[in-house]
C-alpha cells in the first residue's frame, strides 16, 4: 500500500462531521477507492495515533474491520492544520510523501508561514490581576 496522505486528511474530515462515537465499521467511503485501502490507511492513522480505533484483522493479518471511536487529539491538530488548502499544498510541496513525522513539521511551518498566528498563542498563567 502506497501512503497517501490526502486520503489521511480526507478520512480525518469526513470522521469529524460525524456525530460523537456514531462511527461504525467502514464507515468511511470515497469513490473510487477499496475499502481495503481505506481500512490499511485507518491502521496506519492508528499507529500515528490520529484515531482511537478497534481493528478486526482476518486470520491472515489483513486488516477486515476499523471501528473508529475518536479523532484523538493530535489527530485534531493535524487536522487544524491541514484543513487549509493553501497550507495543505504547501506542505505537500515541501514534504512530499516523506515519512509522517517530516511531512508533518512541513505541514506545521506551511501553517506558520501562511499567517497561522494561532500556532504560536500563548496562554497567561493562571492566578495573576
Known amino acids: 500500500m502506497k501512503r497517501d496522505?490526502?486520503?489521511?486528511?480526507?478520512?480525518?474530515?469526513?470522521?469529524?462531521?460525524?456525530?460523537?462515537?456514531?462511527?461504525?465499521?467502514?464507515?468511511?467511503?470515497?469513490?473510487?477507492?477499496?475499502?481495503?485501502v481505506i481500512n490499511d490507511h485507518l491502521a496506519y492513522m492508528d499507529e500515528l495515533k490520529l484515531i482511537d480505533c478497534r481493528i478486526t484483522k482476518t486470520e491472515i493479518g489483513a486488516v477486515d474491520r476499523v471501528?473508529?471511536?475518536?479523532?484523538?487529539?493530535?489527530?485534531?491538530?493535524?487536522?487544524?492544520?491541514?484543513?487549509?488548502?493553501?497550507?495543505?499544498?504547501?506542505?505537500?510541496?515541501?514534504?512530499?510523501?516523506?515519512?509522517?513525522?517530516?511531512?508533518?513539521?512541513a505541514l506545521h511551518e506551511a501553517a506558520k508561514n501562511h499567517g497561522k498566528s494561532w500556532l504560536d498563542v500563548s496562554f497567561p498563567s493562571g492566578g495573576e490581576s
Do not use: M
Not at 491538530?77 to 509522517?100: C, I, P, Q, T
Open 67 to 105: 471501528h473508529v471511536f475518536r479523532i484523538t487529539s493530535p489527530g485534531q491538530d493535524f487536522l487544524a492544520l491541514a484543513r487549509n488548502l493553501e497550507v495543505w499544498s504547501a506542505a505537500k510541496k515541501e514534504a512530499g510523501w516523506l515519512s509522517y513525522d517530516l511531512f508533518y513539521t
Open 5 to 36: 496522505y490526502d486520503l489521511i486528511r480526507g478520512i480525518l474530515l469526513q470522521l469529524e462531521e460525524l456525530p460523537p462515537a456514531s462511527s461504525r465499521p467502514n464507515d468511511v467511503s470515497f469513490d473510487g477507492l477499496s475499502t481495503a
